[in-house]
Each structure stands twice: as structure tokens, then as C-alpha cells.
């Protein structure tokens, strides 16, 4: 399973897209989703809510676990993907399209430089494994 080359991914297996000036849709990853099994449940943040890079920010639930998220980059939260209280599964689905899961407005457009391109993360997932 290969990762969309056009995202940029961390090592707790979140992924973040450009997608204008300065903000990014974030979400987990479909190795991520694969991992937990079913999801139940997921926890969003407040819209305006702030954070840095690798702060908690959410948590899903699944049927096997409980597993924080955390920031890949810091900013302040623009829109939550709301459709996913009632439809958590979605995550599940499609994890890079409509099973994301925050909006956010960069503080540091700079900080995807630091986050893993897509053949990075497969080496690293591979790795894992």
C-alpha cells in the first residue's frame, strides 16, 4: 500500500495536505486506520482551539483501541469534520478524502518541511512492520 505522494505524513500516522495559503486538512492514515480496525468513535477539537506541532489534539476510538492524535504541524483550527459524529466509519472508508478530520491555519508554513514525504513514510512504516 503506497501513500498519496501530495500529503506529508508523521511518525504517529497523520497525514497533512496544502490546500491554500497557509492551511491544511489533516487526517490519519489509511495504515493507521488498518491498524485500530473499526472505528467508533472520534473525538474533535473546538473550532478556534489552538496548538502547536505534536500536541494532542484529538482521539479515536475503535474497537480494539483508544489512540491519541497529535498536531503534525502547529496553527489554530479553522473547521472539524463534524459528519464524523455521526459517521466515525468514514475514517475507515476513506481516510485521505472524506474521513478527514480537522482544517487548521498554519503559524509556520515551514513545519511540513520537517513532516515525511510519502516514500519516506512507507520506508518507515515498513520498517515498523
Not at 19 to 32: L, P, R, S
Not at 46 to 51: I, P, R, T, W
Request: charged letters at 25%; proline letters at 4%.
Amino acid at each position: 500500500m503506497s501513500s498519496p505522494s501530495e500529503l506529508r505524513y508523521t511518525k504517529e500516522h497523520e497525514w497533512a495536505k496544502l490546500v491554500g495559503d497557509g492551511e491544511v486538512i489533516i487526517g490519519i492514515t489509511d495504515h493507521a486506520q488498518d491498524a485500530l480496525g473499526d472505528v467508533v468513535f472520534v473525538e474533535l477539537p473546538e473550532v478556534g482551539d489552538s496548538f502547536d506541532a505534536e500536541d494532542k489534539f484529538g482521539v479515536v476510538e475503535s474497537v480494539k483501541t483508544v489512540s491519541d492524535l497529535y498536531a503534525p504541524c502547529g496553527g489554530e483550527i479553522l473547521e472539524v469534520n463534524s459528519a464524523l459524529e455521526d459517521a466515525p466509519e468514514t475514517v475507515n472508508g476513506d481516510p485521505y478524502g472524506e474521513g478527514w478530520i480537522i482544517r487548521l491555519s498554519l503559524s509556520d508554513n515551514a513545519q511540513l518541511d520537517a513532516l515525511m514525504s510519502a516514500s519516506e513514510y512507507d520506508a518507515f512504516v515498513a520498517a515498523e512492520s
